[in-house]
Every structure is written in structure tokens, then in C-alpha cells.
């Protein structure tokens, strides 16, 4: 089945949602520029039993990911910066727990980087890239040439993201060849605020 991650969960209708639709992973943002940022104490509030929790971080200190691990119990750290593959080793020894490195694809090029980073992480999110002048790494409504990842091997289990939306996303993953996907854009009403019927359709149109 094609595993299923919401991203920007940041109030608590949006939480139900994910988790009766049978989204297998929803993300919390901690990058405070984010519209969807929360503070730890919040994503404490919000987790439900169910899907896996992803912590998205942005360079973060060690610091910063040990705070949030006080209060949250993440699953998966998700690292969205331009951290290294020694960075991501270090952050997965450090706090014993699966990294997710976000990657950036435009073109078939941009997949030489996944041989560099599989031995230093647990899954890839391979996402657009941010378009110039945006004002976030991710999360931007961006979709990239899907095709570029037809047959492509990926050494580590994936998720396709990047502007994806309930009308697109069969069609991407049947193109890209994608074991699983990716949203925050695609499921709101507006930036930064989830519609919970989007996140239904979603979901099953991913699945359908
Ligand atoms: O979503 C954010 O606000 C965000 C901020 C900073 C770094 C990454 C961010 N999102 C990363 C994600 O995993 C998004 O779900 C992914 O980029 C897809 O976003 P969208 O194209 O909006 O569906």
C-alpha cells in the first residue's frame, strides 16, 4: 500500500483527519519562519496514537532536536536543511533514531547525492527544490519533473513530495514510481492552516 505522510500538522482537527484516514506518518514542523510551526509543547499536545511521528527540523543544533525530544516522542527526525551526510549520521547516533533526509530534485543529476547520504540515513524525501525567493526550503506548492525518477533506484525507502494535490497525486506516483508520498500545501484551505476534508481525499485518491 503506498505509505501516506501529512506534513505541517499544527492543530488538532487536522490530526483526527490523518489518523481516520489512515495516514501512516504526519509531520510537525519546528522551524519557527515556517507558517506551520509548532513548539514542542503544542506537538505534544496534538500526537495521537496511530501514525508515526516525524519531527522536520531545518539545520538544527543538537540542542534544538534534544528540546524537542523532552517533550515529543518522535519517531522520525526529518532533516530539511542542507545537512550533511555526516551531519545526518551524527544526528541519528546521537539521538538513536531514523533520519529522513529531504533531497531537492530538478534533474536526473540530483540523484547522485542519494549513493552519497544512504549510508548516513533511514528514508529519503525527495522534493522539489525550493523555487528562488522562497522564503522556506520545503513546503512551497512546487511540483518538479516527476519523470526524472522513473526507474530510478533509491537506495533507502521514499517519499515523493512537492506540490502535491488530491488530483495529482495518483498520477505522480504512477510516473515517478513512488512507494509513498508526501503533502502540506496540497491539503489546505489556506498557507499554514489544513482542511481535514482535503486530507480525506488525499489520502484515498493516493490509494485508489
Ligand atoms: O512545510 C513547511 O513549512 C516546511 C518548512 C521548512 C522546511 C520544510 C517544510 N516542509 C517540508 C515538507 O516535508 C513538505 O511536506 C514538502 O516540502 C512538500 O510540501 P508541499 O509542496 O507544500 O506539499
Given at each position: 500500500?503506498?505509505?501516506?505522510?501529512?506534513?505541517?500538522?499544527?492543530?488538532?482537527?487536522?490530526?483526527?483527519?490523518?489518523?481516520?484516514?489512515?495516514?501512516?506518518?504526519?509531520?510537525?514542523?519546528?522551524?519557527?519562519?515556517s507558517?506551520?510551526?509548532?513548539?514542542?509543547?503544542?506537538?505534544?499536545?496534538l500526537?495521537?496514537?496511530?501514525?508515526?511521528?516525524?519531527?522536520?527540523?531545518?539545520?538544527?543544533?543538537?540542542?534544538?532536536?534534544?528540546?524537542?525530544l523532552?517533550?515529543?516522542?518522535?519517531?522520525?527526525?526529518?532533516?530539511?536543511?542542507?545537512?550533511?551526510?555526516?551531519?545526518?549520521?551524527?544526528?541519528r547516533?546521537?539521538f538513536?533514531?531514523?533520519?529522513?533526509?529531504?533531497?531537492?530534485?530538478?534533474?536526473?543529476?540530483?540523484?547522485?547525492q542519494?549513493?552519497?547520504?544512504?549510508p548516513?540515513?533511514?528514508?529519503?524525501?525527495?522534493d522539489?527544490?525550493?523555487?528562488?525567493?522562497?522564503p522556506?526550503?520545503?513546503?512551497?506548492?512546487?511540483?518538479?519533473d516527476w519523470?526524472?525518477?522513473?526507474?530510478?533506484?533509491?537506495?533507502?525507502?521514499?517519499?515523493?513530495?512537492?506540490g502535491?494535490?488530491?488530483?495529482n497525486?495518483?498520477?505522480a506516483?504512477e510516473?515517478?514510481?513512488a512507494?509513498?508520498?508526501?503533502v502540506?500545501?496540497?491539503?489546505?484551505?489556506?498557507?499554514?492552516?489544513?482542511?481535514?476534508a482535503?486530507?480525506?481525499?488525499?489520502?484515498?485518491?493516493?490509494?485508489?
Open positions: 500500500m503506498i505509505r501516506v505522510k501529512i506534513c505541517g500538522i499544527n492543530d488538532a482537527a487536522a490530526m483526527r483527519a490523518a489518523v481516520e484516514a489512515g495516514a501512516d506518518l504526519v509531520g510537525f514542523v519546528f522551524f519557527p519562519p507558517p506551520r510551526a509548532v513548539t514542542p509543547a503544542r506537538a505534544a499536545d500526537v495521537q496514537p496511530g501514525p508515526a511521528r516525524v519531527g522536520l527540523f531545518v539545520d538544527p543544533s543538537d540542542e534544538a532536536v534534544a528540546a524537542v523532552d517533550a515529543v516522542p518522535l519517531d522520525i527526525i526529518q532533516l530539511h536543511g542542507e545537512e550533511t551526510p555526516a551531519r545526518c549520521a551524527a544526528v547516533a546521537r538513536g533514531l531514523p533520519v529522513m533526509k529531504a533531497l531537492g530534485i530538478a534533474a536526473r543529476e540530483d540523484l547522485a542519494l549513493a552519497e547520504y544512504a548516513a540515513v533511514d528514508h529519503f524525501l525527495l522539489a527544490k525550493a523555487p528562488p525567493g522562497a522556506l526550503p520545503g513546503g512551497n506548492a512546487a511540483p518538479f519523470s526524472v525518477l522513473a526507474g530510478a533506484s533509491v537506495p533507502r525507502p521514499w517519499l515523493l513530495a512537492g502535491l494535490t488530491p488530483e497525486v495518483k498520477r506516483i510516473i515517478a514510481g512507494p509513498g508520498v508526501d502540506s500545501s496540497g491539503v489546505e484551505a489556506r498557507r499554514g492552516v489544513k482542511d481535514p482535503l486530507i480525506a481525499r488525499f489520502v484515498s485518491a493516493a490509494r485508489a
